[in-house]
C-alpha cells in the first residue's frame, strides 16, 4: 500500500529534489504542508519533520473525474518527505491501490497506474 524509500539526503535536499523531479515529469505542485512546521508552531513537541507535497497532472486528474466525479476526494497525489528516527524518507500511499479500492473501472485503472509509475520515478529520481 506504500511506497516509502530511504535517501541518504538531508530533509531540505530531498525536498527540493523532489519538487524539481515532480515538475521534470510533467506534473506540478499544487501545495506544500510543512506539518513538522506547523504543529511545533500550534505548540507541540513534534521532533520529525515531514513536508507533504501535493502533485498533480491536469490531464490525468480530468481523466479520474471524467470516471467519477466523487474521485475529487482523492485528489490531488500527496508525496511525503519525512524524517524518521535521524534517517530521511520519500514516500506516497501508492494510488493504483488506494483508486482501486474506490472504483474498478479498468480506464481508471490504467490512469492510475501510469500516475503511479511517474510518481515512483518523482521519488527515485529525489532519492
Known sequence: MYYVVDTEKSFEQASTDLEIEV??????VLHIHDLGKTLRG??????????IFEVCN???????????????????CRISVFTEKGSTKIGMI????????LSNDPALMETANDVEDKAKQMIDKSK
Open 94 to 101: 501508492k494510488p493504483a491501490q488506494m483508486l482501486s479500492a
Open 58 to 76: 491536469p490531464e490525468q486528474a480530468s481523466k479520474v473525474l471524467a470516471i467519477d466525479m466523487r474521485l475529487n476526494m482523492a485528489l490531488p
Open 42 to 51: 500550534k505548540g507541540i513537541g513534534f521532533v520529525e519533520d515531514c513536508r
Open 23 to 28: 515538475k521534470n515529469l510533467g506534473f506540478g
